[in-house]
């Protein structure tokens, strides 16, 4: 077994539709079970406009005791892009198919291992 932080495997996903970011926190924390990870602290969302820049939505970044998970969620375009960062794998395949069912329609989705 590679030693935690030799390989990370990142896997993005786009997802047709946005939820409130209570309910978004909720979905963070079923993809953090589901692969088996830890929430490393409480995390923190950013509204947009921010500072009176950006479009509208918000950003949910979740740190994790083996990396992170980030939801930017564009609500003037409908969409939810998620990306999934850790040391430890995770099906890929399962945390689309979580997606889906929780957020909306996937739009694109890939990984690749660093």
């Known amino acids: 077994m590679p030693i935690l ?5 990142i896997g993005g ?8 970011s209570n309910e978004m926190i909720e979905i963070a924390l079923e993809v953090i079970k589901l ?8 995390g923190r969302i950013d509204d947009y406009p921010y ?6 939505g918000y950003t949910l970044y979740q ?4 990396s992170y998970i980030v939801f930017d969620v564009y609500t003037e375009i409908n969409e939810t892009k998620v990306i999934l960062a850790s040391c430890k ?3 890929h395949r399962g945390v689309g198919i ?10 694109q989705q890939g990984s690749f291992n660093l």
């Open 89 to 91: 794998p995770y099906d």
């Open 63 to 66: 740190p994790l005791t083996d």
């Open 35 to 42: 692969i088996g990870m830890t929430p490393a602290r409480l």
């Open 51 to 56: 500072n009176g820049l950006g479009g509208r």
């Open 98 to 107: 979580l997606l889906r069912r929780l957020i909306g329609p996937l739009i």
């Open 5 to 9: 932080g030799t390989r990370k495997q």
């Open 13 to 20: 996903w786009t997802c047709q539709g946005v939820l409130p």
